[in-house]
C-alpha cells in the first residue's frame, strides 16, 4: 500500500512562511485527488488545500491568498506554500491522496505560529 511521508513542517512567527512538502511511496495515477487536511486539538480535521488530475485547486477560505498547493506528479509529491502564516494556522497538517481507488492520509507534520 502507498505510504505518504509529510516534511517541513515546524515553528514559525507570525507573518513567516513554511512549505510542507508530501511524497508517496509509489506512483501517482489519474484520475487522482491530493489535499493537505489540518487538525488543531480539540478540533476538527478540515480540509485545507486540494487539487485534482485536472489542475484544479480548491483553498479553504481562511487559507486564500496565503497559501498555494502545487503537486509533482512525476515524482509523486504534493507541495504547500504557506505565507503570512497567523497564530490560528497551527495545527497538525496532513497530506491525503487518492489514487488508483486508494485513499492514504500520511501521520502528519506538526506546524506552530508563535511568537
Known amino acids: 500500500q502507498m505510504q505518504l511521508v509529510e516534511s517541513g513542517g515546524g515553528l514559525v512567527q507570525p507573518g513567516g512562511s513554511l512549505r510542507l512538502s508530501c511524497a508517496a511511496s509509489g506512483s501517482i495515477f489519474s484520475p487522482y485527488f491530493m489535499a493537505w487536511y489540518r487538525q488543531a486539538p480539540g478540533e476538527q480535521r478540515e480540509l485545507v488545500a486540494s487539487?485534482?488530475?485536472?489542475?484544479?485547486?480548491y483553498y479553504a477560505d481562511f487559507v486564500k491568498g496565503r497559501f498555494t498547493i502545487s503537486t509533482d506528479i512525476a515524482k509523486s509529491t504534493v507541495s504547500l506554500q504557506m505565507h503570512s502564516l497567523k497564530p490560528e494556522d497551527t495545527a497538525v497538517y496532513h497530506c491525503?491522496?487518492?489514487?488508483?481507488?486508494?485513499?492514504?492520509w500520511g501521520q502528519g507534520t506538526q506546524v506552530t505560529v508563535s511568537s
Open positions: 491525503n491522496v487518492d489514487s488508483g481507488g486508494a485513499r492514504v
Open positions: 487539487i485534482n488530475s485536472d489542475r484544479i485547486p
